[in-house]
């Protein structure tokens, strides 16, 4: 799947491994890293639904928007887009 960022903060980041230890710490890092490579590996939803790291369907005012795991309180927020048969993934943001 394709990632795509709705925060360029959180693009930059992530794209830089130095800056995201930094900002992270060594742990939610290295979590960081794993769930955007199985996303990034997944040709789709199905295929990292059962994997490590919680991954499932928010509900009410977050409707449509996914989650995954971190290291607790913090979780990974993203949309899973479908743009001409592509899966495409656009991540929101991290909460604690």
Known sequence: ?????????????????RKMLKEFGKIRAQKLR???TQLLDAESLEDVKFMPGNYHEL?????GQWACD???PYRL???????????LMRMDSMFG
């Open 1 to 17: 799947m394709k990632i795509t960022f709705t925060h360029k903060k959180l693009e930059n980041l992530v794209n830089d491994d």
């Open 34 to 36: 794993l769930r955007l």
């Open 59 to 63: 509900k009410n005012e977050r409707k």
């Open 70 to 72: 971190l290291d607790q």
């Open 77 to 87: 927020i993203f949309l899973h887009l479908m743009k001409n048969q592509s899966q």
